[in-house]
Each structure stands twice: as structure tokens, then as C-alpha cells.
């Protein structure tokens, strides 16, 4: 059980930690204690029970903090006059029941939260409120809390900064939607907040995209809402910190047009903060219809809120962080076109990774197409050139994004000139945990010899770029 020790009476910061959670976790609604103001800068007394609650739209998240006017009783206890032990949160994802305990503690361990020793798991060591932030870093990065807790100076793989958004440490997922980001330049006086949203705007826009969706958006502050329709939840969320410098390495790294463009680089790098959009959905229980329809809800809502960031003179660019992709504000427009077609913006979900670029013997595959169709789609040794096969690669994913996963072993597409298979994929996949992934195999041509072995492969690649022009509304 996570204790927490005081010398003297503490205090629950709920504002700061409200914030700290609506920002790690913002598909929950968040009541720190039952006399939360809802206000950025009130606390409150610990004494007796306080409540602290997560609310969606599935069951709600609980933690109870029961405040102990008395010293903690054992050996080796650091000398102390009151302690506060936490609950076990209410859910079964144990990664997000761990980032919860790791925030109250670290809130509760402030200045002034007022702890000054904390004990995460019941064989854990007794750390200082210095370790915290780094204890917090690690498992939002993935390390569960039992571990943090009991190797409190076993540095993280992420160097020492401010508190990175955990989402930067995501993966490609088999049945998720990744997170996307718009990232925020800083203003002419510093970090200061950018314009908020028009969050009716956005609602109307999103009744009249997809009218059979029941969009509905709850507000939660100036910058963040809750987006619900169809069988989702797509949760709006301000960060105030900017992406890792790592993160931006590794994704340039995977971008080259964008490195190679040093302006454009420079901006990606100097972004101050970020607007991040998340969804909860499980892609195989909603079928590729409801998928489809959320993820253009996902690229409308993008679209809107980097619009109305450029007309403020704040776009840096846009992120999937699971995918390591950036894309420039020069590429909204086609985006914006797609969207207008009523189709999704596949270069937003899906990234391409070339294995082999020589021509006549073309290799390439996806990630990011799973939880659309239920594969990934795969060339190898393709007779073209790079630019020419990926154009067809383009143009099958817009079939499949559009009609779902339709295309049958021996199917044909553009008159016969690509033939589909279905398999296994060949792949390299190391965010799959070594599970077998099927694939939609890509026949150009005369057929090719598939390789023996399977092929490494980058976890991610560049986008696809498409021209196109803005839309409706000044997309």
C-alpha cells in the first residue's frame, strides 16, 4: 500500500493535481477530493478521507487517500508525526492505475503538499520527494510501480527534463488509433497560451461531416474536451511541455525531406507545448466502419485545431508520436482535401517503411493499417521504381480505408495490374511482441519471388505526401 509520511498536517494540492492527471490521462474527468472547487491553485486540508475520481464514459477510476494522525508504525521508518496511505485504484489497466498512484504521490510529496517521505509498495524503499519526478517519468514511460519503487535510483532510458507527455512513448498499436499532436510554436511572449479552440465550431463541423455520429464535445477547460460519438471517446488535451528533443531526433531521423528543410526542422524543434488528440476505442469490436468514421473525426478535429493555430502564427507542424512522423503546416491542405472527400488522411494513421529502394526490386510495408482492416499491407521485390510503387501503394490503401478489407487471396486491382495475396508478414515487427501479423501481399506485374527470411524494417518510415488544396470552413 503507498504510504506517504509528514511531520506536520499536509495538504491536497487538488488544482495541481487535477491538471497533472487531466494531462496524463484526459479521456477522465478528474475530482480531487470531495470539496474540489474545480480552481487551478485550491488545496485542500488533509483530514479523514478524501476521494480522488476519474469519470468516462466507462467505469469511473477511484483512489481513496485516508489521512492517519499518528506515526506509521515498523522498522526503519524515517521519523515522522502523521502519514496518508492511498488505495488500490479501481481499474484493471495496471499501467494506468500505477501513472495515477505515481501523480498523487508526487503531488502529495510538493512543497506544498507537504510529505516528505513516500513508500510506493510494500517492500519498497522509503524515497524522498526529489525522487518522484523521475519515479513519475519512469512509469509513464512503462516501468510498472512496484519496480520503480524498489530501484528508486535506477535511472530512466529518457534523459532528465521536465516531465514529457507519456503519450510520446507510444507504440503502433494492433487495435488503436495512435494519438496525434499538433505542435505549438512559442508565441512573441514566450510560452503564453495560445487562442482556446471554438469548441461549437467544432461540434458543428463534426455534425455535419458525419451526421449519424451523435458528436457531442464537453469542454473541460479553455484547451482540453472530451469528444464522444459513435462508439468512441477522442479526448483533447493541452500539454504544456514540448516533445522530447530525442523523440524529435529520431522522427527527423525518419523524415529526411523535412530534416533536409533546416527552416522547417528549426521550427519542429523550437515547439513549446502541444495539443494532443487520444482515443479510446477498441478497433475490433467497432468494426471498420465506426473505425473509419472516428479516425476522420480524429483528422477533422486535427485539421481545425492546427488551422486555427496557423491563423494565430502558432503552428510548429504535426506529430503521430507512435509512428516517429512529422508532418510540416505546408502538408494541411492535403489533408484538408482528403478530409473534404469524405475519406480518411492515411499518411496521419498509417507510416510506410521502404526496405529496399532499387529499382526493378521495389520492398515495402505498413504499420498503422491493423486497425483498419485487421492486416498490414506488404511489397516485395516490386518491378518499378520507389516513387512509382509507392503511388500504387497509395492508391490501394485508399481502397481498403474506403471500402474496408474486401480484397480476397487472388483478388485484382487497376485492371488487373495488381494482384493481392494474403499471408503472414515478412516484416520485422518488434511492437507485435513477436506475434505473427497477418498481411495483404501486393503483386505488381509479373509475379516476384518473395524473400526466405523476413526483412528488417525500421519501426516506422515517412508518409506519403498527395497535393491538394484547402477546404471548407478554410481548411
Not at 470531495?34 to 483512489?63: K, Q, Y
Not at 477522442?234 to 528533443?245: D, F, V, W
Not at 492508391?395 to 474496408?404: E, P
Request: charged share 20%; net charge negative.
Amino acid at each position: 500500500m503507498p504510504t506517504i509520511l509528514f511531520h506536520r498536517p499536509g495538504v491536497l494540492p487538488a488544482g495541481r493535481l487535477r491538471a497533472m492527471l487531466s494531462d496524463a490521462l484526459p479521456l477522465y474527468r478528474w475530482i480531487c477530493g470531495e470539496d474540489d472547487d474545480g480552481t487551478s491553485g485550491h488545496t485542500i486540508p488533509l483530514r479523514g478521507h478524501h476521494l480522488i475520481c476519474g469519470r468516462g464514459d466507462g467505469a469511473p477510476l477511484f483512489v481513496e487517500l485516508r489521512w492517519i494522525d499518528s506515526p506509521l508504525t515498523g522498522d526503519n521508518i524515517p521519523h515522522h508525526a502523521e502519514h496518508v496511505t492511498l488505495s488500490p485504484p479501481t481499474t484493471d489497466n495496471r499501467a494506468e492505475g500505477d501513472l495515477v498512484i505515481a501523480l498523487i504521490a508526487q503531488a502529495l510529496m510538493s512543497q506544498d503538499g507537504g510529505g516528505i517521505w513516500c513508500r510506493l509498495s510494500s517492500d519498497g524503499g522509503w524515497m524522498a520527494g526529489v525522487s518522484m519526478e523521475e519515479i513519475t517519468r519512469r512509469i509513464a514511460a512503462g516501468d510498472t510501480l512496484e519496480r520503480a519503487g524498489s530501484e528508486p535510483h535506477r535511472p530512466s532510458p529518457v534523459a532528465p527534463r521536465t516531465i514529457a507527455p507519456a503519450f510520446h512513448t507510444e507504440r503502433p498499436s494492433l487495435d488503436r488509433l495512435p494519438t496525434l499532436a499538433v505542435l505549438i510554436a512559442p508565441g512573441d511572449s514566450g510560452n503564453a497560451m495560445p487562442p482556446p479552440p471554438d469548441w461549437v465550431e467544432l461540434e458543428d463541423d463534426l455534425h455535419s461531416h458525419d451526421p449519424a455520429g451523435n458528436w457531442r464535445i464537453d469542454p473541460r477547460d479553455s484547451h482540453s474536451a472530451l469528444l464522444t460519438g459513435r462508439p468512441g471517446r477522442i479526448g483533447i488535451a493541452m500539454r504544456g511541455t514540448p516533445l522530447p528533443a530525442d523523440w524529435l531526433q529520431l522522427a527527423l531521423g525518419r523524415n529526411p525531406r523535412l530534416a533536409e528543410d533546416t527552416e522547417t526542422a528549426a521550427e519542429l524543434r523550437a515547439h513549446s507545448a502541444c495539443l494532443t488528440l487520444s482515443c479510446d476505442l477498441d478497433t475490433h469490436a467497432a468494426g471498420p466502419d465506426d473505425t473509419r468514421q472516428i479516425a476522420i473525426a480524429m483528422g477533422l478535429t486535427l485539421l481545425l485545431l492546427a488551422r486555427d493555430l496557423h491563423g494565430a502564427g502558432r503552428l510548429a507542424g504535426l506529430a503521430n508520436p507512435a509512428h516517429a512522423m512529422l508532418f510540416a503546416p505546408e502538408q494541411l491542405p492535403a489533408f484538408a482535401q482528403t478530409l473534404q472527400a469524405g475519406d480518411v488522411p492515411a499518411p496521419l494513421f498509417i507510416g510506410t517503411a521502404f526496405h529496399a529502394t532499387m529499382p526493378g526490386a521495389v520492398s515495402l510495408s505498413t504499420t498503422g493499417l491493423m486497425p483498419f482492416t485487421g492486416f498490414e499491407v506488404e511489397a516485395w521485390n516490386a518491378p518499378g521504381d520507389a516513387d512509382t510503387i509507392g503511388e500504387r501503394l497509395a492508391s490501394v490503401l485508399r481502397h481498403l480505408l474506403k471500402q474496408g478489407p474486401v480484397l480476397r487471396h487472388g483478388d485484382t486491382l487497376g485492371g488487373g495490374a495488381i494482384r493481392t495475396l494474403h499471408g503472414t508478414s515478412r516484416a520485422e515487427r518488434p511492437y507485435a511482441g513477436n506475434k505473427p501479423l497477418p498481411a495483404l501481399w501486393l503483386e505488381f506485374g509479373e509475379a516476384r519471388p518473395y524473400p526466405s527470411r523476413p526483412v528488417a524494417v525500421p519501426a516506422m518510415a515517412a508518409p506519403l505526401r498527395r497535393p491538394g488544396g484547402f477546404g471548407r470552413k478554410g481548411l
